[in-house]
């Protein structure tokens, strides 16, 4: 039976460790991250790193922790034009695509698809020095990712976004058995749009995330996993604390 473990490290930032051995860091914002007592000198093993888009609470230490640890990088062309300027080649460390690609990293099926958000790059990540005003500079677009393990198991990871009605052919397309969804109603869905959400996609298992009084974005969970119990019966609510994981199991069968 295929596994995975999914460990929610604070915010919106995720350790996805399949049975068949991987080790992915999603959108890993460790350091200054007031949701994790993490911090990237923890960071030990990583074969692949994920960032959705250029904001310091996604793209956060990615570059370092592929520095430190060897792993890959995979983000959109522009993150990645980042990435090469932290040290991490273009094309070999650091692999580009956009939504509608899908690249292969170290075992791990990437496919980047749409999403509703600001378009922007923290300013101390911008290519060359942050400008004196601080503006934000545009990242080339923000992605969702569906993650395909060799093992069968898809996990889609919406990013920021706001609610979009082709979240429903993102589940046709790929059918993921995990969805992480943002529930913290300010800079991305709320509650009640995540809920709606979920009965898009109707994964087996739906792990909120990018909300809580630390971040100043409350969320009320309990009332999430009501809506989410009514809208799409068959999805599980899993409510984890940083630190804490979820292990799925998905069936299989064998014609011999």
Not at 16 to 24: A, N, R, S
Not at 153 to 168: E, G, K, P, W
Request: proline fraction near 6%.
């Amino acid at each position: 039976m295929a596994t995975i473990r999914i460990t929610l490290l604070g915010h919106a930032s995720f350790r996805l460790e399949p049975d068949t051995g991987e080790v992915v860091y999603f959108d890993p914002w460790l350091n200054n991250n007031p949701t994790t007592e993490l911090s990237v000198s923890d960071i030990a093993h990583a074969d692949v790193v994920i960032a959705t888009h250029g904001h310091d609470d996604h793209i956060g230490d990615s570059f370092e922790i592929c520095k430190r640890t060897g792993a890959v990088f995979a983000g959109n062309y522009e993150l990645c034009l980042t990435a090469e300027k932290n040290g991490l080649a273009l094309g070999e460390r650091a692999q580009p695509m956009n939504p509608g690609g899908t690249i292969e990293v170290n075992g791990v099926r990437i496919t980047a698809t749409q999403a509703f958000h600001s378009l922007s790059m923290s300013p101390n990540q911008a290519l060359g020095d942050a400008p004196e005003d601080q503006y934000f500079r545009p990242d080339g677009g923000v992605c969702g990712i569906v993650m395909q393990f060799s093992n069968g198991i898809s996990v889609y990871d919406t990013a920021d976004t706001a609610l979009f009605s082709d979240m429903q052919l993102i589940s046709q397309m790929y059918g993921p058995q995990v969805a992480i969804l943002p529930v913290g109603g300010l800079y991305t869905m709320g509650v009640r749009e995540a809920a709606r959400a979920a009965s898009l996609i109707r994964p087996d298992v739906v792990i909120p995330c990018h909300y809580g009084d630390a971040v100043g974005q409350p969320a009320d969970i309990d009332a999430f996993s009501d809506m989410v119990g009514f809208l799409s019966p068959n999805t599980n609510v899993a409510k984890l604390s940083p630190g804490q994981s979820v292990t799925y199991a998905s069936a299989s069968f064998e014609v011999t």
